[in-house]
């Protein structure tokens, strides 16, 4: 993203400390002539969960280096110059005041700050609060190194958590209440709440308090996101599960004053959230081909570049992604080629896809040279806050969600040992 303008908890244990769970994913439809969509019926696939957490980090990892190199553009330019790009290639960022060319694979600012969420969750081998990540940031971010790889206000708001801004009030300063910021880099918060998706959403309300006010849409979006990550981890999951858990959240601790909701009438609603999802969910069941869905789109969102971040609205980019996943039946390969080649906003909407299937699929529906390549490029990062690879940030990520679970687990057997 770049400035262009008891009891449950028990149950939850039981579900999902295991070493492998079975998985419904979707395979990625079959194409017919001109692209169109063949019936093909759900094959049962068993993913493990600790596949689920590798496929979840891998695809947004991949979708945000193939993405960034092609990051603002119309489509019309992709398709000029590659063609179909579905490949990692060198890009650069920031050339206005860095002259860094980004190896193949490199990812960017938003994986940075999903990198330092990962961090305080492995380190806690818990959920986490706003502090628990404020603390990270202190002491693992550099404002010199941050130039080559994050956003100005990135910057900014770590000088004012530096300056004794209280961690639970930074996002009050922040200008960018519908940016993508929160939902494109949070996959940590539902992994770590894997199958429980509504603890997931009510963390990202928490965590999101860096960046944004508690009742900003962009939360919203992000709230929804994050439930059907922790849905896509469950067993059994499906993608109209996944859907129907994101549909649950859309309205998940929304304002109901009038200052929010506007008219009664949905067309001249100020909280359009469950309506833009539904509108994208039908985009993707009715689009016979991805250029077709690209094009219904383009009716609805478009232009923006005389706004700061205009093409990284989270209500853009999340219904985006989910139509993605919706089409490709949850395949992170095959979303993550078509959120690179969609145009506009192309490595938050490819993170946002990639990651979201990869829960669902897992990461052995990934080439393995991506993961390979953007491993190789973390590992000579000079810029990077964290050098962990895909696979060791997933396993860190998997382990912090077995020791929670164990926690809760022991927990719940004392209780019921001592019949309270």
């Known amino acids: 993203m770049k400035a262009h303008g008891v009891g449950r908890c028990g149950a939850i244990a039981a579900a999902l400390v295991i070493a492998a769970v079975g998985a419904r994913a979707e395979g990625p439809r079959a194409r017919t002539g001109g692209g169109a969509p063949a019936a093909d019926p759900q094959r049962a696939e068993t993913v493990t969960l600790r596949d689920k957490f590798r496929g979840c980090i891998a695809g947004s990892w991949i979708g945000s280096a193939m993405g960034a190199v092609v990051e603002g553009w119309p489509r019309e330019k992709v398709v000029a110059i590659y063609g179909t790009l579905d490949h990692l ?10 002259s860094w060319s980004r190896p193949a694979g490199t990812t960017e600012d938003g994986i940075e700050r999903q990198k330092l969420i990962a961090t305080a969750i492995i380190e806690k081998k818990d959920r986490i609060l706003a502090q628990d990540l404020a603390a990270v940031w202190r002491r693992d971010l550099d404002p010199e190194r941050m130039v080559y790889k994050q956003e100005p206000y990135d910057r900014s708001l770590f000088e004012l958590l530096r300056s004794g801004i209280p961690a639970t009030e930074l996002g009050r300063l922040s200008h960018f209440g519908n940016v993508i910021t929160m939902a494109r880099v949070s996959h940590p918060i539902g992994l770590i709440n894997a199958g429980d998706p509504r603890t997931a959403a009510d963390d990202t309300f928490e965590v999101g308090k860096l960046y944004m006010r508690e009742i900003d849409f962009g939360l919203r979006w992000a709230a929804l996101y994050n439930a059907g990550i922790a849905e896509a981890c469950r067993p059994g999951a499906s993608v109209d599960s996944v859907l129907a858990t994101m549909q649950a959240h859309a309205d998940y601790r929304a304002e109901k004053g009038s200052l929010f909701l506007g008219a009664k009438a949905e067309k001249f609603s100020y909280d359009t959230v469950a309506s833009q999802l539904r509108r994208a969910i039908a985009i993707a069941r009715e689009s016979p081909d991805v250029e077709t869905l690209r094009r219904r789109f383009d009716e609805h969102y478009s232009g923006g570049n005389y706004i700061t971040y205009g093409l990284a609205q989270a209500n853009e980019i999340v219904s985006k992604g989910i ?8 395949d992170p390969r095959a979303a993550i080629v078509s959120a690179v080649n ?3 906003d192309t490595d938050c909407l490819a993170a946002v896809a990639g990651g979201l299937c990869g829960a669902l699929s897992g990461a052995q529906r990934l080439p393995p040279e991506w993961i390979d390549q953007v491993d190789a490029a973390t590992r000579q990062d000079p810029y990077t806050n964290n050098r962990r690879t895909i696979g060791e940030t997933a396993d860190a990520l998997y382990e912090a969600f077995q020791a929670r679970q164990a926690r809760l687990a022991a927990y719940v057997e004392e209780m019921r040992r001592d019949g309270r």
Request: net charge neutral; hydrophobic share 35%; charged share 20%.
């Open 89 to 98: 290639e060198p890009y650069s960022h920031y050339i206005e005041y860095t």
């Open 323 to 330: 139509a993605l996943f919706v089409f490709n039946r949850g």
């Open 342 to 344: 969609f145009g506009r």
